[in-house]
């Protein structure tokens, strides 16, 4: 069983502007299901498809299957299955000797960056670079799920409110 840790947290807009980043990969996904315990998601993420099953967040963790799959039939399977889609270019940047995945978002969701780090443990410590913001880990909104389905553009100011401070 595979079992996801990570930590999401806003990136600061001026900051993250002003950085010298790597190029980008554009990523389109969409989900098959999504329930409160479970999610199925097909991504495309450049030349590669993928279908991906996370089971209920614990805090920072979840079990997570991820699979190969044809890009041909991850792109059928997101046109015709999904009604649910999002799109957004990952920067993969390292710092301190860690990997920061950082998502600028497309579409209903554009305005919105935030990055990602993976973990080892709960536990383990690291570096947080001066592009990084509020942390919103456990903050459900940020969820690539729910952010297809109450795009971050649709929310309203109070929603917002405080999120690039």
């Known amino acids: 069983m595979g079992v996801e840790i990570e930590r999401k947290f806003l990136v600061k807009p001026q900051e993250w502007n002003i950085?010298?980043?790597?190029?980008?990969v554009l990523i389109k996904?969409?989900?098959?299901l999504i329930e409160s315990s479970k999610t199925v998601r097909v991504r495309i993420k450049g030349t590669m498809g993928y279908i991906t099953?996370?089971?209920?967040?614990?805090?920072?963790?979840?079990?997570?299957?991820?699979?190969?799959i044809?890009?041909?039939d991850a792109e059928e399977l997101i046109q015709n299955f999904c009604g649910n889609v999002i799109s957004k270019v990952r920067y993969k940047i390292l710092f301190a000797g860690n990997l920061w995945e950082v998502d600028v978002?497309?579409?209903?969701?554009e305005g919105l960056v935030i990055a990602e780090?993976?973990?080892k443990s709960e536990e383990q410590?690291?570096?947080?670079?001066d592009w990084v913001g509020k942390e919103v880990s456990t903050d459900t909104r940020f969820y690539n799920?729910?952010?297809s389905v109450n795009p971050y553009r649709k929310w309203n100011p109070l929603q917002k409110k405080g999120i690039h401070t």
């Open 29 to 32: 996904q969409g989900y098959l």
């Open 19 to 24: 950085l010298s980043k790597p190029e980008g």
């Open 105 to 109: 978002f497309n579409g209903d969701n």
């Open 125 to 129: 410590e690291f570096e947080i670079p």
């Open 145 to 147: 799920a729910n952010l």
């Open 117 to 119: 780090i993976e973990l």
């Open 53 to 68: 099953i996370k089971g209920e967040s614990r805090a920072i963790s979840r079990d997570e299957f991820e699979y190969k």
């Open 70 to 72: 044809p890009v041909a």
